[in-house]
């Protein structure tokens, strides 16, 4: 079954649920849950081999951004690709995808606590890849230099600018 048509389903089926569009109406109240920047690492995540982490940046008007943020020391920031959600019901925002993209769509549920999204990127009608994100902007900072013959982290993350206020807030 071509790509398209599992799209066509998935709209079918999520406009069964309460309704799907590509934009946020002007008289529906945004899906405030998932509104503002999500992040792909939790702070002071030094994993080995930590050389860039992803923002998610989910606007009011119905766009979301994706950027990478790479180099330690620079926190370049890249944008990888911008999309479109909407609303599928009170819980659940599905992220359009570009035609020639692997995935059909993502979705997007609130996650086991309130600073967190789950995201399902789904392909041939299911989810394919899970993964959740943390709530804020976590950026990564330059650790001081190893003793010389020793071996260790050199880059480990960390808020931006500030901790996100807590839920609700």
């Not at 923002?55 to 009011?60: D, G, L, W």
């Not at 609130?110 to 600073?115: R, S, V």
């Amino acid at each position: 079954m071509a790509v398209s048509t599992h799209r066509r389903l998935l709209a079918l089926a999520l406009a069964a649920l309460g309704g799907c569009g590509s934009e946020v109406s002007g008289t529906e109240e945004p899906a405030r849950w998932m509104l503002g920047t999500f992040s792909n690492r939790k702070i002071r995540d030094h994993s080995v081999g930590l050389s860039s982490l992803g923002q998610y940046v989910f606007h009011e008007d119905g766009t979301l951004a994706v950027i990478a943020l790479t180099e330690c020391e620079e926190n370049k920031p890249e944008l990888l690709q911008e999309y479109t959600w909407s609303r599928a019901g009170d819980s659940l925002v599905v992220v359009e995808v570009p035609e020639e993209d692997i995935f059909e769509a993502w979705r997007v549920t609130p996650g086991e606590t309130c600073d967190t999204l789950l995201v399902e990127q789904i392909q041939h009608g299911d989810p394919a890849i899970t993964f959740p994100l943390i709530r804020g902007a976590v950026c990564m900072k330059e650790l001081p230099p190893c003793l010389e013959g020793t071996s260790c982290e050199t880059c480990e993350t960390t808020w931006c600018d500030e901790a996100p206020p807590p839920c609700g807030e």
